[in-house]
């Protein structure tokens, strides 16, 4: 069936380094990505988002790319800072309003 | 003030039991959501609702029910809870706009332990 996966359950990176994480989906349909921040204790919330007639997106600190060809979105934090630790989910959307969700990367951030 | 707040945030009961999760929102925001999660797997749909009159399944609506009481509430009903109920349970909202993003804002999660 349809998925929305990660590659990586944990990953560490020290305080100012670069993070990149990732996922794959394999419903081409989908042409809505975002990415979510989930804090210990708390609801995920929204970062950043792409539509598939885009490759790249930025925020502040925070890049997320896309690549139909291969079905795979990453998102870039610069600078990562110890705030920046959480569970990170992509998900997406195929049109219905109707969010799937990945099973999550958890980012620890060490001094 | 949360904008999506859920009650109650801690719940243990037993096997059996009925159980009731709330939802209310500020936000005016037609669509509302439950999902349900689990270690390793994510963010899993209950059901949703578009309007108040508009009740739908999601992945894994077996052995719930909601009720959309109004725009800005939203309950999780549990009829006889089982421990692999035992999860946290999220609401969340959506706008109803042109742009359909389907950014959702979450509440703060209700946790449920059913022994």
């Known amino acids: 069936g349809e998925s929305v996966g990660l590659h990586l359950p944990t990953l560490s990176v020290q305080e100012g380094d670069n993070s990149i994480i990732n996922c794959a989906y394999s419903?081409?349909?989908?042409?809505?990505f975002i990415w979510y921040k989930q804090e210990s204790g708390k609801g995920p919330q929204f970062i950043i988002d792409?539509?598939?007639?885009?490759d790249k997106r930025q925020g502040q600190r925070v890049t997320v790319l896309l690549n139909k060809t291969v079905k795979h979105l990453s998102l870039q934090i610069a600078a990562t800072q110890p705030g920046d630790s959480a569970v990170y989910f992509c998900?997406?959307?195929?049109?219905?309003?109707?969010?799937?969700f990945g099973t999550g990367t958890r980012l620890q951030v060490f001094p | 003030d949360a904008d999506v707040t859920q009650t109650p945030r801690n719940r243990i009961t037993k096997t059996g039991k009925r159980i009731m999760l709330e939802c209310s929102q500020t936000k005016g925001h037609d669509r509302m959501y439950w999902y349900r999660q689990d270690p390793g797997l994510g963010l899993r749909l209950i059901y949703y609702s578009f309007d108040v009159k508009d009740i739908n399944k999601g992945e894994i609506s077996d052995g719930y029910s909601v009720s959309r009481q109004a725009q800005a509430k939203f309950s999780l009903s549990l009829e006889s809870a089982i421990p692999n109920q035992t999860a946290l349970y999220f609401c969340?909202?959506?706008?109803?706009?042109?742009?359909?993003?389907?950014?959702?804002?979450f509440g703060e999660g209700s946790r449920l332990t059913v022994l």
């Open positions: 419903n081409s349909a989908s042409d809505y």
């Open positions: 998900a997406e959307n195929m049109g219905t309003d109707k969010l799937i």
């Open positions: 792409i539509r598939s007639n885009m």
């Open positions: 969340a909202t959506s706008d109803l706009s042109g742009t359909g993003t389907g950014e959702l804002f």
